[in-house]
Nanobody, 127 residues
Framework: QVQLGESGGGLVQAGGSLRLACAASGRIFGNYAMGWFRQAPGKEREFVAAISRTGSRTSYADSVKGRFTISRDNTKNTVYLQMNSLKPEDTAVYYC????????????????????WGQGTQVTVSS
């Protein structure tokens, strides 16, 4: 099991940027594929971005492609989500998640593939 803690959320105007961070502890961070999900009020949780164990592969939801960038620093046990050109529809609680992939370059896209979740950080984008 790995413990996850998100930070970096807040209130930003449309068109602005935020950088979320998720710090992990408890296990060898490099063994985990990581992902970001979000949940807006009244909506189901949705996939945002995923990154493989070494960071060599990434995947994004169509709604954030070209605006968001996921990255990781295995020396700091941290995964990041750089969010640019934010829109009001990006408003949600953002969660990071960790899971054990079957091989090193595998990406975990489905939330059910993740075993550990953070508490979430609120991102609010005003129009």
């Amino acid at each position: 099991q790995v413990q996850l803690g998100e930070s970096g959320g807040g209130l930003v105007q449309a068109g602005g940027s935020l950088r979320l961070a998720c710090a992990a502890s408890g296990r060898i961070f490099g063994n985990y594929a990581m992902g970001w999900f979000r949940q807006a009020p009244g909506k189901e949780r949705e996939f945002v971005a995923a990154i493989s164990r070494t960071g060599s592969r990434t995947s994004y939801a169509d709604s954030v492609k070209g605006r968001f960038t996921i990255s990781r620093d295995n020396t700091k046990n941290t995964v990041y989500l750089q969010m640019n050109s934010l829109k009001p529809e990006d408003t949600a609680v953002y969660y990071c998640a960790a899971g054990t992939p079957p091989y090193r370059s595998y990406l975990l896209i489905n939330g059910r593939e993740y075993s550990d979740w953070g508490q979430g950080t609120q991102v609010t984008v005003s129009s």
